[in-house]
């Protein structure tokens, strides 16, 4: 038995923050409310200050495990999510082997249960191999524990595929999840397209790559009736796309990443590989729109779109090295740091990175309710860390957010009532 | 002089700095034309002329200037047909550290991958040409040249026609003519012109007779045979009649108006023979003169500053 005095913590069924006390039993979240007693025997959790919320929910992240071991295995992709507050992690398929077989979404849930702090959320391949020309089996994907159906870090591209997946996805009640860029405008750039890539002389992609997708599939959707969910929305252009989908009613919903709203195209000054992500970082007046599509509620969620990469990756001229971010462990303060800046107010940051994507993932965790898992984060919200790259938590040292000071540090985190980190 | 450990570009240089560059050049053009070459300067430093992509007359270039002041140069060819033979860059780096270079001039292409070696490697290093970023010697043997026929490097109208989105040539003149206070038009079709480049304090023209109008200096840059295999311009017959330099476009400039191309030429797509070879308007032979000497200036200018 655990409990937390004195703290606030996000009331999952008002989603506000509420002073009090909560207590933890069996793994579960048995009470909450103002002084509660202390049962004999239970270990009292006092922090002044701080704020307990559900363990993160992120929705999209690459683990390296299987075939990249070499960046990041998943027992140090674990550690980093705990050190980050996160407790579920929904994966990405496109490893090697990919997760386009029923066994493969088995061992991953399977692996993610060994970590014992780290809940792992089989995305299943959209196609075969994620090479983007036959169906995945969606039906026994679905059924041994995939979550949706995406290629990762690949477009599904071709417009009479994406028809088919979204329409046979519908069939199972499944989403299709898109890594929205237009494939062939997309080709071999390495930055958005503008004054900085022409003047840096690099590859580039037109900003409105991503709008162009996103159109594309929103049509598809209302063709099909299938339901298309926008990876790491970067563009203002692509938001009024998705917002007027919404409107329509149509089945759209998108996430974005912290770097989206974070940073913007100036980061990859000096050829700083760290910051090359896919997408490329955009212009500023992107970066703010995703501020206020955040805000605006347009965003369902904010995920880490954690990419790991080793030295080797990165250590390249800037148009040969790999694409991706580490974001485990900076997710919450990255986020964080927008409400102290005051584009979002706590209790609506923290439900994009908890309630929000566990009701998409339809898990049990990622609200603090009366019976539910006892998945937690407490963090206290006025102390400031550095992220330094080559300090961070787990193997993956990839950060865009290297030398950046972040207020919000986790104390404690908590799976099913254990103690994983602090 | 106020100067950095390394030239990765015109970015960095202020007019300070290449106007004294500038003047060092003008006196090794004389010392070269005289036939006294060997100077020793670098007498005992080594230069090594590293080569990621082909280019004769670039290294050759760099070769003379560092022989003539006394260097002992090695030339390093690396082959890399793959863009996966990135790793090799920082090998040869470690390489190169051991053998105590001094002096390093590096061709890659891709942008950036000199910057990053000058992370990496003791030596002071010389951008020689960067994918599509800079070639700073380039634009510097450009100004000597300019100066040496207007006498000035101010105030002149030029005109940087052709394929200037995959030119680092241009890049680099950009940079460095604008800062120097010149007007500085780019003409050519909008499939060439980089997005945003008028943020850089240029004029865009699509149109020959418009952007050569009055002016000064009419640099024509190379274009590959792969832009139109690319669908950037549909063949080299439609872009010679709309974009290369032939008399009658040239007919728009100034009078006295110079003609310069980088090279090499590809005769009869971005300029007609009949105006690279002319000897009153194109001082194309002088700029690879020019080159040389501007070359020395550098690699004696980072030689001093770089004392190991």
């Not at chain 1, 995305?123 to 949706?148: H, K, V």
């Not at chain 1, 770097?259 to 760290?274: K, Q, S, V």
């Not at chain 1, 609506?348 to 998945?375: E, F, H, K, N």
């Not at chain 2, 002149?156 to 800062?179: E, Y």
């Amino acid at each position: 038995m655990i409990l937390f005095r004195n703290i606030r913590y996000l009331d999952g069924a008002t989603e506000q923050l509420t002073e009090g006390d909560l207590l933890v039993e069996n793994g579960l979240i048995a009470d909450f409310g103002l002084g509660l007693g202390v049962p004999e025997g239970c270990e009292i959790i006092e922090a002044t200050g701080a704020v307990l919320c559900p363990g993160l929910v992120d929705m999209r992240a690459s683990l390296g495990e299987p075939g990249f071991e070499y960046r990041e295995t998943i027992a140090s992709a674990a550690q980093a999510a705990a050190s980050g507050g996160i407790t579920t992690i929904a994966v990405l398929p496109d490893t090697a082997p990919p997760v386009d077989d029923p066994a493969m979404v088995r061992s991953i849930v399977a692996r993610g249960v060994e970590t014992g702090s780290l809940s792992l959320l089989p995305y299943g391949a959209a196609t075969r191999g994620c090479r983007g020309a036959e169906l995945a089996e969606y039906g026994l994907l679905r059924d041994a524990g995939a979550i949706a159906f995406t290629d990762g870090q690949r477009t599904i591209g071709g417009t009479r595929l994406m028809r088919q997946a979204l329409s046979y996805a519908r069939g199972f009640g499944m989403r299709i999840v898109q890594h929205p860029e237009d494939a062939d405008l997309a080709a071999g750039g390495a930055a958005t397209e503008g004054a900085r890539a022409s003047w840096m002389g690099l590859p580039a992609i037109p900003a409105c790559a991503e709008a162009i997708c996103v159109a594309r599939d929103i049509t598809l959707a209302a063709l099909t009736g299938g339901a298309v969910h926008f990876a790491h929305i970067s563009t203002r252009q692509a938001l009024t796309l998705i917002a007027q989908a919404k409107d329509r009613g149509l089945a759209v919903t998108c996430d974005t990443a912290p770097p989206y709203f974070d940073l913007n195209e100036t980061a990859i000054g000096d050829y700083r590989t760290y910051a090359k992500l896919s997408p490329p970082l955009r212009a500023d007046e992107d970066r703010r729109a995703v501020l206020a599509g955040l805000a605006d509620g347009t965003i369902d969620a904010i995920a880490s779109d954690h990419q790991p990469r080793d030295a080797d990756d990165k250590r390249l001229p800037f148009a040969d090295a790999a694409p991706g971010g580490a974001g485990l462990a900076t997710l919450l303060g990255v986020t964080l740091a927008q409400v102290q800046s005051g584009g979002l107010n706590l209790a609506q940051a923290l439900g994009l990175l908890t309630s929000r994507p566990a009701s998409w993932l339809g898990v049990a965790s990622g609200r603090i309710l009366r019976g539910r898992p006892a998945d937690l984060c407490l963090f206290h919200p006025a102390r400031s860390w550095r992220v330094v790259a080559g300090q961070l938590p787990g193997k993956a040292q990839n950060t865009p957010f290297d030398g950046r000071a972040l207020e919000g540090l986790v104390l404690g985190t908590w799976k099913a009532g254990i103690r994983v980190w602090g | 002089m106020a100067y950095s450990r390394h030239l990765l570009g015109i970015e960095g240089l202020n007019p300070v700095s290449v106007t004294s560059l500038l003047d060092l050049a003008a006196s090794y053009v004389l010392l070269n034309r005289s036939g006294k070459t060997q100077r020793d300067a670098l007498r005992g430093r080594t230069l090594v002329n590293l080569f990621f992509e082909d280019s004769t007359r670039t290294r050759t270039s760099f070769e003379l200037a560092g022989k003539r002041l006394g260097a002992d140069v090695i030339n390093m060819s690396v082959a890399t047909s793959s863009v996966t033979k990135g790793e090799t860059l920082l090998d040869t780096a470690a390489t190169l550290n051991a053998m105590n270079c001094d002096l390093l001039v590096v061709r890659h292409n891709r942008s950036g991958a000199p910057a990053l070696l000058a992370q990496k490697v003791d030596a002071a290093v010389i951008n020689a040409g960067d994918g599509t970023h800079e070639h700073p010697t380039q634009a510097l043997l450009d100004a000597l040249t300019i100066r040496r026929h207007k006498g000035r490097i101010s105030g002149l109208i030029v005109a940087i026609c052709g394929d200037v989105a995959h030119s680092r040539v241009a890049r680099s003149n950009i940079l460095l003519l604008t800062m120097m206070g010149n007007f500085v038009r780019l003409v050519g079709p909008p499939t060439l012109i980089p997005a945003g480049i008028e943020g850089l304090g240029v004029t865009v023209f699509h149109d020959m007779a418009a952007g050569l109008s009055g002016a000064d200096i009419v640099m024509a840059l190379r274009l590959q045979k792969e832009r139109m295999s690319a669908g950037l311009v549909p063949s080299a017959r439609e872009f010679f009649n709309f974009y290369g330099l032939d008399r009658a476009k040239l007919s728009h400039a100034a009078p006295d108006a110079l003609v310069m191309h980088p090279g090499p030429m590809n005769r009869g797509v971005e300029i007609d023979s009949d105006i690279a070879d002319d000897p009153v308007r194109s001082v194309i032979r002088e700029q690879v003169e020019m080159g040389v000497a501007v070359r020395m200036a550098v690699l004696e200018s980072l030689a001093k500053g770089n004392n190991r």
